[in-house]
Each structure stands twice: as C-alpha cells, then as structure tokens.
C-alpha cells in the first residue's frame, strides 16, 4: 500500500491534468490520504475543493470521512469545520457527517 509524499502527489496532478488525464474517485482517495498522512490535511481538503469545482472529482465518502476523524483527533476544530462545509458542496444531499458534527459541539 504505497501512498505519494504530499509534494509527489501535487506534481502527479499537474502532470495528469497537463496530459489531459483527468482525477477520479480512486485518484482523490489516493492523494487525499498522502496529505492525510503527511499531517496536511487541511491542504489536502482545499485539493479536493479545487479538483471538485475543476474536473467534478471527488473522493470516495469514507476517505474524506477519514481525513475529518483526523482533523478532530488533532483537536483542529475550525480545520473540521471548513472540511464539514466542503462535504455539504461535494455531497449536498447526505447529511449525516454535519449532523454528527453538529451534535459534537461544532459550528457547520
């Protein structure tokens, strides 16, 4: 399971998209779990904004669910909450992840 250092995974962007190789599910999922992992997921949220309002792409519900738990587990609160309002533009119609977090005391 091999997951590309943030820096990598900014550079395979430009050159997929320069090569016309647009992201998809499987892609976002990958990249948002290297900033996950490299302690940058709030980069890797604006990432997904930005491939979203480009290209439509967007990760799976999981994986960005996963990048929220660890926002919160790193007590980033308004990082969660600005992730919280990107899942309401990426999935208009689930509201689950809001509601939850609502529940939990945070402003979204």
Same mark, same amino acid.
């Given at each position: ?8 995974? *900014? ?7 320069? @090569? ?10 990958? =990249? ?15 990432? $997904?904004?930005?491939? =979203?309002? &480009? ?11 996963? $990048?929220? *738990?660890?926002?919160?587990? &790193?007590?980033?609160?308004?990082? @969660?909450?600005?992730? @919280?309002?990107?899942?309401? &533009?990426?999935?208009?119609? !689930?509201?689950?992840?809001? *509601? !939850? ?6 402003? $979204?």
């Amino acid at each position: 399971n091999c997951i590309l250092p943030c820096e990598d995974a *900014d550079d395979y962007l430009v050159r997929m998209t320069n @090569a016309q190789i647009y992201p998809d599910e499987t892609t976002m999922d990958i =990249f948002l779990l290297a900033y996950m992992r490299n302690q940058r997921a709030g980069t890797g949220v604006s990432m $997904v904004q930005s491939c =979203f309002n &480009q290209y439509g792409a967007r990760p799976t519900t999981g994986t960005f669910r996963a $990048v929220v *738990d660890s926002l919160l587990l &790193q007590e980033d609160s308004l990082e @969660a909450e600005r992730a @919280a309002f990107v899942y309401q &533009q990426l999935w208009p119609n !689930e509201t689950t992840l809001v *509601d !939850e977090l609502r529940s939990e005391g945070l402003n $979204v």
